[in-house]
Structures are given as structure tokens and as C-alpha cells.
């Protein structure tokens, strides 16, 4: 069978079920939850994989799942991916009370999208017209966030990476996949309903401690501030901005996560926590030595004691296949309009697709239907069907694309060479850190 007619009979059944995969979206909207913590969410996904008669492996990297659905032939396979995972915007007024969790990135229309795709792919047959096999992937903590959370996971070996998408490298999971198709949600403009390509910044992340001695605030010669000596970290590092170039699109941006123990009490226990972002991560690794210098002035300052804890981030996002965007590309605009499409350009947050794109062809393009900044409280969803329904039939006709007519499409796709092995990733994330930590 044709592409053509395996699209148009899964694009049939994705709008049969329409509302379905809207409430889907809103129910996890309304249920956010932090990484690594997606329990709800991934009950829901899992049940939706059962209700498929689709066999899953559940309970990867903590919470996420891998359902696979069998092609006639399995000459390739390729993941579409989906983020269980929401962010910390308290002021959210969809935020959970207690965690302060919200989907203000807005990846509950991913999942939607995702169980979307396959409820399409399923119950329409076309399977039996695939050369190759689909595996389905609900991927945790995607948001970078509770970083002592993480580190102490990491500590008990329950984890390797902040991200989930690493962590799924790191078991294995992805060791069958040759290729990776997702989205992320976007703001509708002025003509423009999608995005295609672009670049984001990566990260080595830090978190900080400073350890000075306690005194009576009343009589505080004999004591060290060890706030006092963060506070001047904080300004040895904003005096090195200056000297980061604007090609490189260096962020620095640290919090202070404890400030002491009590206002009587002079500091002797202050933490924070940082990301230092870049476009390359010859340009993270810089600023990252940089960054260390100022902090350990800070506490040199005034006699006190810093530790700095090193921590793999992501890497930049700087490999969009470009038969992967040709494709999906092709599918958005057949659905909305070219005129509704454009490139996206480079961006200076991270996102751990950028690691996945280092071991294999992979796409990240972006789907309108939302409004507001992402990550504050003004984020929500203003086109449904945009948000769900166009994003899984895009996402379901590429797969078609990739995987009809004898999978031409991905095994040329998964021809492609320059891609790091799975050891020379973990490897590279050892090394940098490593270094990451040393004196200029």
C-alpha cells in the first residue's frame, strides 16, 4: 500500500479519536509532576499501551516506559518520543499545590501526541504495511530541576544523568533504536503554526557549597560567613560576563538554595546551584572553568571553604537531521500549509534530545497551540487541536514516511555515519566532567 493511503488511514482514526487525545492533554495538564516522580502520568501512558494490546517495558530510567509495535519486516526501528515530565512554576494557576509542578513547557501535548500517534498507527492496521518496528517512548525528566533530588539518586547509583533521555542511553534502552522523532510544543505567531531545524545550548551543571564556621549574629568576629562569601562568588562571576562572547550564548544563572540555618546564627552552610550554558561545549567548558575561579575567590575572600560538585548536563542540540526535517517538514505543511512553516533558529536553553542526537539521527521540531513564555505562569494551551491532533498525525506520517514502501526512507536515514557509540558517549560525559573541575 501506498504512503499516501496509510497516512490518510491513520490520520482517519487519530481524528475518530480526537477528543480522546484532547483529554488525554488535559488530564496530564492538570496533573503535572517533577522528574523522575511522573507516577500518574506513567500509569496513564502504560494503561493506554495495554488498552493497545501493545507489549511495554515499564519502569525505565524510574517511570518511563518503551511500548513496540511490529512491522510486517524489521529492517529498522525508530522511537517517537514523549515527555512525562513537568517544571517548577508554583505561581502557575494549574500548579500542584503541594510541588508547585506545572506544565508551563507544556509537555502534556507530547504525551497526548505520542498515545495520539499510536492509537492511530494501531488501530488502523497499517503495521502490516511497515519494513520496520515503532517503539513508543514515554521519557522522564526532561526538566533539569531538584537538582540535590538527582544528585543524591545519582549518589545510590539509581541514576546516571539529571536527564532522562541520557538515563535511557545509559541502561540501554535505546541500544535497538536507530533513529528518534519528537517534538517540542511552541507559541502560535504571525504565520507561523511550526518550526523546523535549529540549535540549543548545552550545559555542565554545578551545585555549590560553602562552608564557613558559626557564631552568635550578636557576636560575630569569631565566626565565617559563608554567605558572605557565596554573595562574592555571585559577583566574580557576573564580573566575567563581560569577557563571554555573544557568539558563544553563555548563561550563567545560579540560585541560592539554602542561605544558612538561622538569622541568629552566623552562616556556616550555604548551597546553591547553577547551569553554565553555551552553543558549543568547548564555549560551556570556559565558562565553566571561569565560573569555579570566581566561586573559589568567594570563599578565599573570607576564609571559608567551597566545594563544587560537577555534574553532566546536556549536550547542545546541534544536529537536526536534515532528511528528518525534509520529512516531517513535508507532513506539517501538508496539514497546516507551508506558508505556516519556517526554520527555527538557535536557542539558549538545553534540552537532552541534544544527547540522543549524538548517537543517532534524530529530529526536535516545534508545534504551535500554546501562548505565553514558557516556564511562567502565563503558559497554556490555545489551540487543542493544533497542540494534540496536528502534532500526532505529523508525528504518525513521518513515521509512515520512514517505515513504508520497504523503509527506503530510514535505511537511508540509518546509513548515516559521524554518530558517537553508546560507550564513547558515556565516556565523553566522564571526561568532560572530570575536566570541568580542574584549574585553568
Same mark, same amino acid.
Given at each position: 500500500?501506498?504512503?499516501?493511503?496509510?497516512?490518510?488511514?491513520?490520520?482517519?482514526?487519530?481524528?475518530?479519536?480526537?477528543?480522546?487525545?484532547?483529554?488525554?492533554?488535559?488530564?496530564?495538564?492538570?496533573?503535572?509532576?517533577?522528574?523522575?516522580?511522573?507516577?500518574?502520568?506513567?500509569?496513564?501512558?502504560?494503561?493506554?499501551?495495554?488498552?493497545?494490546?501493545?507489549?511495554?517495558?515499564?519502569?525505565?530510567?524510574?517511570?518511563?516506559?518503551?511500548?513496540?509495535?511490529?512491522?510486517?519486516?524489521?529492517?529498522?526501528?525508530?522511537?517517537?518520543?514523549?515527555?512525562?515530565?513537568?517544571?517548577?512554576?508554583?505561581?502557575?494557576?494549574?500548579?500542584?499545590?503541594?510541588?508547585?509542578?506545572?506544565?508551563?513547557?507544556?509537555?502534556?501535548?507530547?504525551?497526548?501526541?505520542?498515545?495520539?500517534?499510536?492509537?492511530?498507527?494501531?488501530?488502523?492496521?497499517?503495521?502490516?504495511?511497515?519494513?520496520?518496528?515503532?517503539?513508543?517512548?514515554?521519557?522522564?525528566?526532561?526538566?533539569?530541576?531538584?537538582?540535590?533530588?538527582?544528585?543524591?539518586?545519582?549518589?545510590?547509583?539509581?541514576?546516571?544523568?539529571?536527564?532522562?533521555?541520557?538515563?535511557?542511553?545509559?541502561?540501554?534502552?535505546?541500544?535497538?533504536?536507530?533513529?528518534?522523532?519528537?517534538?517540542? &510544543?511552541?507559541?502560535? !505567531?504571525? @504565520?507561523?503554526?511550526?518550526?523546523? =531545524?535549529?540549535?540549543?545550548? $548545552?550545559?555542565?551543571?554545578?551545585? /555549590?557549597?560553602?562552608?564557613?564556621?558559626?557564631?552568635?549574629?550578636?557576636?560575630?568576629?569569631?565566626?565565617?560567613?559563608?554567605?558572605?562569601?557565596?554573595?562574592?562568588?555571585?559577583?566574580?562571576?557576573?564580573?566575567?560576563?563581560?569577557?563571554?562572547?555573544?557568539?558563544?550564548?553563555?548563561?550563567?544563572?545560579?540560585?541560592?538554595?539554602?542561605?544558612?540555618?538561622?538569622?541568629?546564627?552566623?552562616?556556616?552552610?550555604?548551597?546553591?546551584?547553577?547551569?553554565?550554558?553555551?552553543?558549543?561545549?568547548?564555549?560551556?567548558? &570556559?565558562?565553566?572553568? !571561569?565560573? @569555579?575561579?570566581?566561586?573559589?575567590? =568567594?570563599?578565599?575572600?573570607? $576564609?571559608?571553604?567551597?566545594?563544587? /560538585?560537577?555534574?553532566?548536563?546536556?549536550?547542545?542540540?546541534?544536529?537536526?537531521?536534515?532528511?528528518?526535517?525534509?520529512?516531517?517538514?513535508?507532513?506539517?505543511?501538508?496539514?497546516?500549509?507551508?506558508?505556516?512553516?519556517?526554520?527555527?533558529?538557535?536557542?539558549?536553553?538545553?534540552?537532552?534530545?541534544?544527547?540522543?542526537?549524538?548517537?543517532?539521527?534524530?529530529?526536535?521540531?516545534?508545534?504551535?497551540?500554546?501562548?505565553?513564555?514558557?516556564?511562567?505562569?502565563?503558559?497554556?494551551?490555545?489551540?487543542?487541536?493544533?497542540?494534540?491532533?496536528?502534532?500526532?498525525?505529523?508525528?504518525?506520517?513521518?513515521?509512515?514516511?520512514?517505515?513504508?514502501?520497504?523503509?527506503?526512507?530510514?535505511?537511508?536515514?540509518?546509513?548515516?555515519?559521524?554518530?558517537?557509540?553508546?560507550?564513547?558517549?558515556?565516556?565523553?560525559?566522564?571526561?568532560?566532567?572530570?575536566?570541568?573541575?580542574?584549574?585553568?
Amino acid at each position: 500500500m501506498k504512503k499516501a493511503s496509510l497516512k490518510d488511514k491513520v490520520c482517519k482514526v487519530i481524528e475518530q479519536n480526537a477528543q480522546r487525545i484532547i483529554d488525554i492533554g488535559t488530564q496530564v495538564w492538570k496533573n503535572p509532576e517533577l522528574g523522575y516522580k511522573e507516577y500518574k502520568t506513567a500509569a496513564l501512558v502504560e494503561k493506554t499501551w495495554e488498552e493497545l494490546g501493545l507489549p511495554f517495558e515499564s519502569q525505565l530510567a524510574r517511570t518511563g516506559s518503551k511500548a513496540l509495535l511490529k512491522g510486517e519486516e524489521s529492517k529498522t526501528t525508530v522511537a517517537l518520543m514523549g515527555e512525562l515530565d513537568a517544571v517548577i512554576c508554583p505561581e502557575h494557576p494549574c500548579a500542584d499545590t503541594e510541588t508547585g509542578a506545572a506544565h508551563s513547557c507544556a509537555h502534556h501535548a507530547q504525551i497526548a501526541a505520542l498515545l495520539g500517534a499510536a492509537i492511530g498507527l494501531v488501530r488502523s492496521g497499517v503495521s502490516e504495511h511497515l519494513s520496520g518496528d515503532i517503539a513508543f517512548m514515554a521519557v522522564p525528566a526532561e526538566e533539569p530541576v531538584e537538582m540535590e533530588f538527582r544528585q543524591r539518586l545519582r549518589e545510590k547509583g539509581e541514576i546516571g544523568f539529571l536527564g532522562g533521555k541520557q538515563e535511557m542511553i545509559r541502561i540501554g534502552a535505546l541500544d535497538d533504536v536507530d533513529m528518534t522523532v519528537m517534538f517540542h &510544543s511552541t507559541n502560535n !505567531k504571525r @504565520n507561523v503554526k511550526a518550526m523546523v =531545524g535549529g540549535t540549543s545550548n $548545552g550545559f555542565i551543571a554545578k551545585l /555549590i557549597k560553602y562552608k564557613g564556621r558559626e557564631a552568635h549574629a550578636g557576636s560575630p568576629s569569631g565566626g565565617i560567613n559563608a554567605l558572605n562569601a557565596a554573595m562574592m562568588g555571585l559577583q566574580g562571576i557576573h564580573a566575567q560576563r563581560e569577557t563571554f562572547k555573544d557568539s558563544d550564548c553563555i548563561r550563567i544563572h545560579p540560585i541560592i538554595t539554602k542561605g544558612g540555618d538561622l538569622v541568629n546564627i552566623i552562616p556556616a552552610d550555604v548551597r546553591l546551584e547553577t547551569f553554565v550554558r553555551g552553543k558549543s561545549m568547548k564555549a560551556v567548558m &570556559s565558562a565553566a572553568r !571561569k565560573t @569555579n575561579r570566581a566561586l573559589k575567590a =568567594g570563599a578565599m575572600a573570607v $576564609g571559608a571553604e567551597v566545594e563544587i /560538585i560537577e555534574i553532566p548536563g546536556f549536550y547542545p542540540r546541534n544536529k537536526n537531521d536534515e532528511i528528518l526535517n525534509s520529512i516531517f517538514r513535508s507532513n506539517i505543511s501538508a496539514l497546516i500549509g507551508e506558508e505556516n512553516v519556517d526554520e527555527k533558529g538557535h536557542g539558549a536553553g538545553s534540552s537532552d534530545i541534544g544527547d540522543v542526537m549524538q548517537i543517532m539521527p534524530a529530529v526536535h521540531p516545534y508545534i504551535g497551540g500554546m501562548k505565553g513564555s514558557g516556564h511562567t505562569k502565563e503558559r497554556r494551551v490555545v489551540d487543542e487541536y493544533l497542540a494534540y491532533i496536528v502534532s500526532a498525525k505529523s508525528m504518525a506520517m513521518t513515521l509512515i514516511d520512514l517505515l513504508a514502501e520497504g523503509a527506503e526512507k530510514g535505511l537511508q536515514v540509518k546509513a548515516q555515519q559521524g554518530y558517537m557509540s553508546k560507550t564513547e558517549y558515556l565516556d565523553y560525559w566522564s571526561e568532560i566532567t572530570e575536566q570541568a573541575g580542574r584549574e585553568e
